[in-house]
């Protein structure tokens, strides 16, 4: 993998990780996070992790991109469609309004 397309994906998955931490900092401080959300959260952010893990090593093995561009691909996007699942049904059920 060069290190230009290495630095895309970085830059992909520290998006990511700044708009995971700034909800559940939100919903920290509002007082509306509950435990099964907080779960939730963390488990997502657990496979980002891993993610992320796997593309450092990747880039260490100097693995070929088209060994990992579908994998990296298809994980990414469900890791992202289910952290937008997850926010949007916590949106859906009030509790990620702000607190008057």
């Known amino acids: 993998m060069s290190a230009q397309r290495y630095d ?3 830059e992909r998955m520290e998006a990511f ?3 995971l931490d700034e909800r559940a900092r ?3 401080k509002n007082g509306t996070l509950s435990d099964d959300h907080a779960n939730q959260l963390n488990a997502i952010t657990a496979r980002h ?3 992320r893990t796997n593309i450092e ?3 260490r093995n100097k693995s070929p991109w088209t060994a990992i561009q579908d994998e ?3 994980d990414f996007n469900e890791l992202f469609l ?3 699942q997850v926010d949007a049904n916590f949106m ?3 509790n990620g309004a702000a607190k008057t």
């Open 72 to 74: 990296f691909e298809r």
């Open 92 to 94: 859906k059920s009030g």
């Open 17 to 19: 990780s700044k708009t």
């Open 57 to 59: 090593s990747s880039m």
């Open 49 to 51: 992790n891993n993610l």
């Open 8 to 10: 895309g994906l970085m």
């Open 26 to 28: 939100a919903f920290k």
């Open 82 to 84: 289910e952290f937008e």
